[in-house]
Nanobody, 116 residues
């Protein structure tokens, strides 16, 4: 069974930074597009950032210039470096692994709260 385990969430003050990690197991990690999504209370889940198997990245407009996604195929891990955090970044952040042949897999999520 595929497992995606997120870590690194927590409480941070506005302007602060956090680094999320997502460790994958039981998939051929290097063949999956990896992504981070988030869902705030009362809102739909939205794409934050995604990185393809070739390293191409894209970001939601709201996080461009502040967040950076990266992957380490040797460690089966994808990261999300989040800087200059704002209260509106508060959400549960989910890791996603996507591949046409197999569909999507999701992690359980990690809470990020930005508050003073």
């Amino acid at each position: 069974q595929v497992q995606l385990v997120e870590s690194g969430g927590g409480l941070v003050q506005p302007g602060g930074s956090l680094r999320l990690s997502c460790a994958a197991s039981r998939i051929i990690f290097s063949s999956y597009t990896m992504g981070w999504y988030r869902q705030a209370p009362g809102k739909q889940r939205e794409l934050v950032s995604r990185i393809t198997i070739t390293g191409y990245t894209n970001y939601a407009d709201s996080v461009k210039g502040r967040f950076t996604i990266s992957r380490d195929n040797a460690k089966n891990t994808v990261y999300l470096e989040m800087n200059s955090l704002k209260p509106e970044d508060t959400a549960v952040y989910y890791c996603n692994a996507a591949r046409l042949a197999t569909g999507d897999f999701w992690g359980q999520g990690t809470q990020v709260t930005v508050s003073s």
